[in-house]
């Protein structure tokens, strides 16, 4: 089970850090990704991280602004979100993938938290 938090209201430039909290049973080699979703846009990817090595990818749009990371101690993964733009709002959603692979493709990720807002206002 996963569970995205953190989104809210910000302005342009401003920062938002999002968490998402992994239970259940997992393996101890999974990836977890971020991925949102703008009103009339398809779901696109934003990070991923894997859980073992945390090893890193992001997407374009978001590099040098968005940094992803983890703490295995406490099973969560987080993205922290600097000089946020207008054109990043939208309802984030945290996955798993049960491979090893940093997918930026929705279907291969297993499992999905519900989403968390975003709204950054100009």
């Known amino acids: 089970q996963l569970q995205a938090s953190g989104g809210g209201l910000v302005q342009a430039g401003g920062s938002l850090r999002l968490s998402c909290a992994a239970s259940g049973r997992t393996s101890s080699s999974y990836v977890v990704g971020w991925f949102r979703q703008a009103p009339g846009k398809e779901r696109e990817f934003v990070a991923a991280?894997?859980?073992?090595?945390?090893?890193?990818h992001y997407a374009d749009s978001v590099k040098g602004r968005f940094t992803i990371s983890r703490d295995n101690a406490k099973n969560m993964v987080y993205l922290q979100m600097n000089s946020l733009k207008p054109e990043d709002t939208a309802v984030y959603y945290c996955?798993?993938?049960?491979?090893?692979?940093?997918?930026?493709?929705?279907?291969?990720?297993?499992?999905w938290g519900q989403g968390t807002q975003v709204t950054v206002s100009s």
């Open positions: 996955a798993l993938d049960l491979s090893s692979l940093l997918s930026t493709t929705p279907r291969r990720y297993d499992y």
């Open positions: 991280i894997s859980r073992i090595s945390g090893s890193t």
